[in-house]
């Protein structure tokens, strides 16, 4: 399989990327402005299988941009395109700054938008975000003979929310998260399905089924956005608040609320670099991704 440039004697030469994780998110950031990936759907499924390949949830591609300072493609690690990815977006920056690629302040174009960017001291980087769209309050779900009250928006990607009362990590949230995640109401996009508790005025907690990924993952960067607003716009908490996510890593999320609508909207968390490394043929070759994922629909040949 062809995944990037190929030399002249057409052996492919190894294509540097970055591990880089965000909050408990890992990616696999790839400074394609030069153009060397060619299938980046096959690409992404086959780098980001663990164990097999490098592993992560997504992979990033850095691109040049006529409207911001770069451009940023995200892919889910099944290989679907998302519009945002808030922790991706918090890495690329990062990146960005430590590849020379932008300065401390720069601009992301996104599929959802341009977003705006800071990298902090350390490892620090600050995302300014639109408003949330879509907001419905009130979107109750029924989940076989549950009925789920929940609220919906939209933070770059669609999201649902549900507050919890009871201890939020001894909870069993996959087979519900999956059950919201690919309901009929929420069709034809799905949606990220987060599970919120309550700590104080400026703390909660976040648990998040994300889709793309099909599985619960150590943190959401939009999702903890999205927990926060729908939290906001419930009156449940106030600016600054500290988001304890799966990973055991608190991000930060801030805002204004005026006139019923959140504005200046800022996620801060850590965007590390876990290691820089070559793609080479062998890190995508020799396994079947689909098999991996899920042997009893993959197609076996013998």
């Known amino acids: 399989m062809r995944a990037f440039g190929q030399t002249q004697g057409g052996k492919q030469d190894p294509l540097a990327f970055a591990k880089m994780a965000g909050g408990g998110n890992d990616f696999v950031v790839i400074d394609n402005r030069a153009g060397r990936v060619a299938n980046v759907t096959e690409l992404t499924r086959r780098i980001c299988t663990p164990h097999l390949s490098v592993g992560g949830d997504g992979l990033i591609l850095i691109e040049s941009s006529a409207r911001a300072t770069f451009r940023m493609i995200y892919l889910n690690s099944d290989g679907s395109r998302a519009d945002f990815c808030a922790n991706g977006t918090r890495c690329a920056a990062r990146f960005a700054f430590l590849s020379v690629i932008a300065p401390r302040r720069m601009t992301v174009e996104t599929d959802s938008g341009v977003i705006g960017a800071e990298v902090g001291e350390g490892n620090s980087v600050t995302l300014s975000l639109p408003s949330p769209q879509r907001f419905q309050a009130h979107r109750p779900l029924r989940v076989g003979e549950q009925l789920v009250q929940g609220s919906s928006l939209v933070v770059g990607v669609p999201h649902y929310v549900v507050f919890l009362r009871r201890d939020l990590w001894q909870q069993e949230i996959v087979p519900l998260g999956r059950a919201i995640r690919n309901h009929d109401e929420l069709q034809p996009d799905g949606a990220n399905v987060n599970f919120v508790v309550i700590r104080d005025w400026n703390a909660i907690e976040v648990r998040t089924y994300e889709r793309g990924v099909e599985a619960e993952t150590l943190s959401c960067g939009s999702g903890v956005v999205a927990s926060v607003s729908a939290s906001a716009m419930f009156g449940k ?38 290691f820089r490394a070559a793609l080479t043929p062998e890190t995508i070759e020799g396994f079947d991704p689909d098999f991996v994922r899920d042997p009893t629909h993959a197609a076996v040949t013998t």
């Open 237 to 274: 908490v106030r600016s600054p608040v500290s988001v304890l996510t799966r990973s055991g890593i608190t991000l930060e999320v801030s805002f204004t609320l005026a006139g019923g609508e959140l504005r200046e909207l800022r996620l801060k968390g850590d965007a590390r670099v876990i």
